[in-house]
């Protein structure tokens, strides 16, 4: 089965700026999720979207954040404004159906 | 409480030795636990589920203990590859599809 791929592996951006994160190709799942890791710190949830609709988020995920699954196979987390607080490495994951989540290798945010 | 603990490490063993890890997790309505390994500024793998009767995978041997929110892993022998941070996951609460919650992880380094 396809893994989950991500792109861009590392972006820069500004504090302030907008940035889209983007999760691809999407297989026949219907569970995804966006995980983020601040460096030394735990992976934390973010949320989840299921059928096209957020399932459930975090107290981390704010207005500042959100998700879309803009043609039906690519998965997106965009942050509005991004903070210094926001440098993390962003996971996205599919739900295996009680086999765990298998994880995009994940795109390394560093808001300068 | 913390929802899931673990003893950060790091754990720096031999080659060949044998290396025991445990976690607790606070949430008594958890039903699906697993272990995953994670290599640094790389994407949770995982390593394997964890159920009630106990399961082994080669050299690593997983255990859990709902009684006492107790899971355990095992690695037998262990080789200079096992040298990772393994990190305790377990599902929020006993529904489908529910986010999976994170420990920090215990780093283990085998050293030749």
């Known amino acids: 089965e396809p893994e989950v791929t991500q792109t861009p592996s590392h972006q820069v951006t500004q504090m302030g700026q907008e940035v889209i994160l983007r999760c691809v190709p999407i297989?026949?799942?219907?569970?995804f999720y966006w995980y983020r890791q601040i460096l030394g710190q735990k992976v934390e949830f973010l949320v989840s979207?299921?059928?096209?609709?957020?399932?459930?988020k975090s107290e981390i995920f704010d207005d500042q954040f959100s998700v879309e699954r803009p043609d039906g196979s690519n998965f997106t987390l965009k942050i509005r404004s991004t903070k210094l607080e926001d440098s993390a490495m962003y996971f996205c994951?599919?739900?295996?159906?009680?086999?765990?989540?298998?994880f995009g290798s994940g795109t390394r945010l560093t808001v300068v | 409480r913390k929802e899931v603990e673990q003893d950060p490490g790091p754990f720096n063993v031999p080659e060949g030795a044998t290396v025991a890890f445990n976690c607790t997790y606070s949430?008594?309505?958890?039903?699906?636990f697993f272990w995953y390994r994670q290599d640094c500024r790389k994407e949770p793998k995982l390593l394997m589920s964890?159920?009630?009767s106990g399961n082994e995978d080669g050299r690593f041997t997983a255990q859990l203990n709902r009684a006492s929110q107790y899971i355990s892993l095992l690695i037998r022998d262990s080789k200079l590859s096992d040298s990772a941070t393994y990190l305790c996951?377990?599902?929020?609460?006993?529904?489908?599809?529910?986010?999976?919650?994170f420990g920090k992880g215990t780093r283990l380094s085998v050293i030749a």
């Open positions: 994951a599919r739900d295996n159906n009680n086999y765990g989540y298998t």
């Open positions: 949430n008594s309505a958890s039903q699906s």
């Open positions: 996951v377990v599902n929020r609460r006993n529904s489908g599809n529910t986010p999976l919650v």
């Open positions: 297989s026949n799942h219907l569970y």
């Open positions: 979207f299921y059928n096209n609709e957020i399932s459930e």
């Open positions: 964890v159920y009630s």
